[in-house]
């Protein structure tokens, strides 16, 4: 989605935004748990993982794993809320896709051997309703049309759960200025929590959308969610995007 000239766009706009000085305007306050979040607009970005057709419509991946991908729609227009708050704000959204090359190099057995026996009859690779599974370039692979990345946003395509293994992405955020991540997607507790962890040892301040986020085990994005925030955002900080929102129009 990028080329070099885009990039080097991307990092002198970035460069005039980090000379503005931090104000009250530029740094609102989010509340939060466990504790209110402080979000330095000059160096924040939304990441949103893996809203693609694979894992929340019929026929794809999450499916044949035998998941009901009903549970992953109700966030869909929400998440459509903030990333266009986002957007009107002049952040920088970015977006991610999990998938693997057409001759399956980069997805080792131990991965794509993966389904509850008597559940799952596809893998990773294999033709299904919307083109062969987790491949790159097939239908099932892309992102929803309802959440659409915008002409110059950033999309990572990721072999992993984790946004970091073998992808640009800690390059664009460097370039970026980034400093504050925004996580939403799913599912919360894999490719979500995995990326925040991710994010959180490379040192990255984290907040979590409580209701931009889902998985196909209700039970699962709770516990994720106490993990997260326990010990004093020992990984990261939640909040929800009414809060998220109404903190960056306080702010502008």
Same mark, same amino acid.
């Given at each position: 989605?990028?080329?070099?000239?885009?990039?080097?766009?991307?990092?002198? &706009?970035?460069? /005039?935004?980090? $000379?503005?000085?931090?104000?009250? &305007?530029?740094?609102?306050?989010?509340?939060?748990?466990?504790?209110?979040?402080?979000?330095?607009?000059?160096?924040?970005?939304?990441?949103?993982?893996?809203?693609?057709? $694979?894992?929340?419509?019929?026929?794809?991946?999450?499916?044949?794993?035998?998941?009901?991908? !009903?549970?992953?729609?109700?966030?869909?227009?929400?998440?459509?809320?903030?990333?266009? &708050?986002?957007? #009107?704000?002049?952040?920088?959204?970015? %977006?991610?896709?999990?998938?693997? /090359?057409?001759?399956?190099?980069?997805?080792?057995?131990?991965?794509?051997?993966?389904?509850?026996?008597?559940?799952?009859?596809?893998?990773?690779?294999?033709?299904?309703?919307? !083109?062969?599974?987790?491949? %790159?370039?097939?239908?099932?692979?892309?992102?929803?049309?309802?959440? &659409?990345?915008?002409?110059?946003?950033?999309?990572?395509?990721?072999?992993?759960?984790?946004?970091?293994?073998? *992808?640009?992405?800690?390059?664009?955020?460097?370039?970026?200025?980034?400093?504050?991540?925004?996580? *939403?997607?799913?599912?919360?507790?894999?490719?979500?929590? *995995?990326?925040?962890?991710?994010?959180?040892?490379?040192?990255?301040?984290?907040?979590?959308?409580?209701?931009?986020?889902?998985?196909?085990?209700?039970? #699962?994005?709770?516990? *994720?969610?106490?993990?997260?925030?326990?010990?004093?955002?020992?990984? !990261?900080?939640?909040?929800?995007? %009414? $809060?998220?929102?109404?903190?960056?129009?306080?702010?502008?």
């Amino acid at each position: 989605m990028h080329n070099k000239m885009d990039h080097a766009i991307e990092i002198t &706009a970035s460069l /005039k935004r980090l $000379d503005e000085p931090t104000t009250k &305007a530029n740094m609102p306050t989010v509340s939060a748990q466990p504790f209110p979040f402080d979000l330095p607009r000059l160096r924040t970005a939304l990441v949103v993982i893996d809203m693609q057709r $694979d894992f929340v419509e019929p026929g794809g991946f999450g499916a044949a794993l035998g998941n009901n991908v !009903g549970l992953l729609t109700p966030i869909i227009p929400i998440l459509a809320q903030l990333m266009a &708050a986002f957007r #009107f704000h002049g952040l920088p959204v970015i %977006h991610t896709r999990e998938g693997h /090359k057409p001759d399956l190099s980069d997805c080792p057995p131990a991965k794509r051997n993966r389904g509850e026996a008597g559940k799952s009859v596809l893998k990773i690779g294999d033709q299904g309703p919307m !083109g062969r599974i987790l491949i %790159h370039g097939e239908p099932g692979h892309q992102i929803i049309p309802e959440l &659409a990345p915008l002409p110059g946003e950033i999309v990572i395509d990721k072999p992993g759960k984790g946004s970091f293994y073998n *992808t640009p992405l800690q390059d664009r955020l460097s370039s970026l200025g980034i400093t504050h991540l925004v996580f *939403t997607g799913v599912t919360t507790e894999v490719c979500v929590q *995995t990326t925040m962890r991710e994010a959180n040892d490379r040192g990255y301040t984290c907040l979590l959308v409580e209701d931009c986020t889902e998985s196909y085990f209700p039970e #699962f994005k709770k516990v *994720t969610l106490n993990m997260i925030r326990a010990q004093g955002a020992i990984v !990261g900080w939640t909040c929800t995007s %009414h $809060d998220l929102i109404t903190a960056l129009a306080e702010g502008s």
